[in-house]
């Protein structure tokens, strides 16, 4: 890194074996990818309760070249949380997580399916302009009434298959759809043979 890890203590006393841990797990994600240019990791105990113990927050965030990752694990997460080794544990899986997904979009490493992107629309509403789809890839997508081909917004309906583009960029709503297509169900054909 370019910078040395910055890890802060808010309501926790220091501990060795925590920084040590958390210095473990930074040069995990630096073996991952190099790039990293500065880690910044805080850790803090916002309040005890007597009924639930102490649910630690982790905030991690990552910089790399033209970009800043960030994971917020809080105390309303889970009870395992109420262990501050658990809690760092779980934040570093997320930000692995961040890191190998930021990694695959900037490298072009992100898999390529054959044809367009489809999925159902799970939910419409006509009456405000947008709906969301789950695609075929898991992903849940926003679409605008302008996004969809043939003014054919005010026909669609919840389970209808579509075809959709997704923005490179997402917006604050998550991944948007920039072209919405309706498709029609695909059908069994037993005479049909399969493509090699």
């Avoid at 399916?113 to 789809?133: A, C, M, N, S, T």
Wanted: glycine share 6%.
């Amino acid at each position: 890194m370019q910078t040395p890890l910055e890890l802060a203590f808010r309501d926790i006393e220091p501990d060795e074996e925590i920084k040590d841990l958390v210095a473990g797990k930074v040069a995990h994600l630096e073996g991952f990818y190099d790039g990293i240019t500065s880690c910044h990791v805080y850790l803090r105990a916002p309040h005890r309760s007597q009924r639930q113990g102490n649910r630690y927050e982790v905030t991690i965030e990552v910089r790399v070249p033209g970009d800043e990752l960030v994971v917020r694990y809080d105390q309303n997460d889970v009870a395992e949380h109420e262990h501050l080794a658990v809690a760092i544990r779980n934040a570093f899986a997320a930000m692995d997580r961040e890191l190998k997904r930021w990694k695959d979009r900037v490298t072009g490493e992100i898999k390529t399916h054959d044809g367009p992107l489809q999925g159902k629309v799970v939910e419409i509403h006509h009456d405000r302009d947008f709906g969301q789809i789950v695609a075929t890839d898991q992903r849940l997508v926003y679409f605008h009434r302008n996004s969809v081909v043939d003014g054919s917004f005010d026909e669609l309906r919840p389970r209808d298959p579509v075809e959709l583009v997704v923005q490179t960029d997402e917006s604050e709503l998550g991944p948007q759809a920039s072209t919405v297509r309706r498709i029609g169900t695909m059908q069994y054909d037993p005479a049909a043979k399969p493509a090699r």
